[in-house]
């Protein structure tokens, strides 16, 4: 509770145009590393680790930064992470405005990843040692703004790569299916095989995969990235082409009519947040050792609007979809349409949890009770 009234000083002191740097005074109680078992005393952070004599805690409690944590992702990886390294060693960070929900829940910062000084001073300041970097434009909102596409998913990651560099931070970040083109086997889409994608969303993450490994190699940065699916989750997406999915869940609850861009038979590779959410968190603590590549593929089930359609079915039998493909089905269609991850499943252990019978289920069991109380389920759901 405190940190989030905290949070929100922070948040006024830079949309006022208060410099960084003068986040971290005396009178800035934002709790160091180990707050519990400073014991509530802590007042000011300091910006020297040493102050809080924990430094052997810097391998089992990281201090956290999340970049573009506002979106679909950031607020559930902040609390996964948050449970395991402590609230207050994981900062989102925007460049949005954090509802009181993400205030309340942990330290926020604003911070924008086309201003280096900016990061710096953060990862300074806040003594970060790993960034998880999430800012990006997706798919569909970057083929509508290619210029700002290229700003935020090149400029932006080169700026992650050397904040990390050089403050010897260990970078994740995550890549996608789209990462794949036409050209790329579809059914299934290995780890490594030629990746020539279409979109400047899919060229920018091959280009953060390649960038990122290079680091590694060069520079001994400990880069990490997942190529994600298309995320299911009760929380709206920002703009790719693999939206449809959750608006069907949205739709089929409140009007049973969804219009869906994309043909019946468009398979993708597609999981449900938890999973994801879980191997992003393990697959960062993995060990190094367990890592014969810096770039995995990861996914759980494979559909096409119409099976999904089928599914959610079960609960609301009189769903009907209207089926109107725009530009997006271009996209889709030089994607992966079922994703291999045995590499994952080898090295560090992934095992996903939800098929696609028991991601619907959690969907509708989560998302009922919230359109029920605000009156918006138009008849009876099977539940
Ligand atoms: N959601 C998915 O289905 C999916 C699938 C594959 C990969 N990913 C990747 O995961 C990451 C997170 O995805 P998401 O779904 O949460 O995205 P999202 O679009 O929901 O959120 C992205 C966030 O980035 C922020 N942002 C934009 N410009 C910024 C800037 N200049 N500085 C700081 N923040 C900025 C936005 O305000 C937004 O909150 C992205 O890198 C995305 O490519 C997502
Ligand atoms: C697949 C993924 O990267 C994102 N959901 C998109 O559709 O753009």
Redesign the pocket.
């Known amino acids: 509770m405190a940190t989030g009234r905290l949070s929100r000083t922070f948040v006024r002191m830079v949309s006022t145009g208060t410099p960084a740097s003068s986040l971290v005074s005396p009178k800035t109680p934002m709790p160091p590393r180990a707050v519990t078992r400073l014991g509530g005393g802590a007042g000011a952070l300091s910006s020297r680790r040493e102050s809080h004599g924990f430094y052997k805690d810097v391998e089992t409690r990281p201090r956290v930064l999340i970049?573009?944590a506002?979106?679909?992702?950031?607020p559930g990886l902040a609390q996964i992470l948050r449970d395991r390294f402590g609230r207050d060693n994981v900062i989102m960070s925007?460049?949005?405005k954090a509802s009181d929900a993400v205030l309340e829940s942990g330290p926020f910062l604003y911070?924008?990843?086309?201003d280096m000084r900016a990061l710096r001073e953060i990862c300074v300041n806040y003594e970060i040692d790993w960034l998880v970097h999430?800012?990006?434009?997706?798919s569909a909102v970057g083929e509508s703004n290619v210029p700002l596409a290229m700003q935020?998913n090149i400029e932006?990651v080169h700026n992650a790569l050397e904040v990390a560099r050089q403050y010897k931070m260990k970078l994740f970040?995550?890549s996608?299916i789209g990462a794949f083109g036409p050209d790329s086997p579809r059914d299934p889409t290995p780890d490594l095989c030629i990746q020539r994608p279409r979109t400047i969303y899919g060229v920018s993450k091959v280009h953060a995969e390649l960038m990122g490994e290079y680091y590694h190699h060069k520079f001994g940065l400990d880069f990490r990235s997942l190529r994600?699916?298309?995320?299911i989750s009760t929380d709206l997406?920002?703009?790719?082409t693999?939206d449809y999915a959750l608006h069907m869940f949205h739709d089929a609850l409140t009007t049973k009519v969804h219009h869906c861009y994309l043909r019946p038979d468009t398979r993708l590779p597609m999981m449900y947040i938890d999973d994801l959410l879980t191997a992003t968190a393990n697959f960062m603590q993995a060990p190094d050792r367990a890592l014969r590549m810096r770039t995995y593929n990861i996914g759980s089930v494979d559909f096409t609007p119409e099976e999904l359609a089928a599914e959610i079915r079960k609960y609301v039998p009189d769903l009907e979809i209207v089926y109107k493909p725009d530009h997006r089905q271009e996209i889709a269609d030089s994607w992966p349409q079922r994703f291999s991850f045995v590499s994952a499943e080898q090295d560090w252990g992934y095992r996903p949890l939800y098929d696609l019978s028991g991601m619907c289920e959690i969907m509708i069991q989560s998302l009922l009770p919230k359109y029920k109380s605000a009156g918006r389920v138009k008849e009876e759901v099977k539940e």
């Open positions: 970049t573009g506002l979106g679909q992702l950031g925007d460049i949005n911070a924008d990843i086309m999430f800012g990006a434009l997706l935020v932006g970040l995550p996608t994600y699916p298309g995320v997406p920002g703009g790719g693999t």
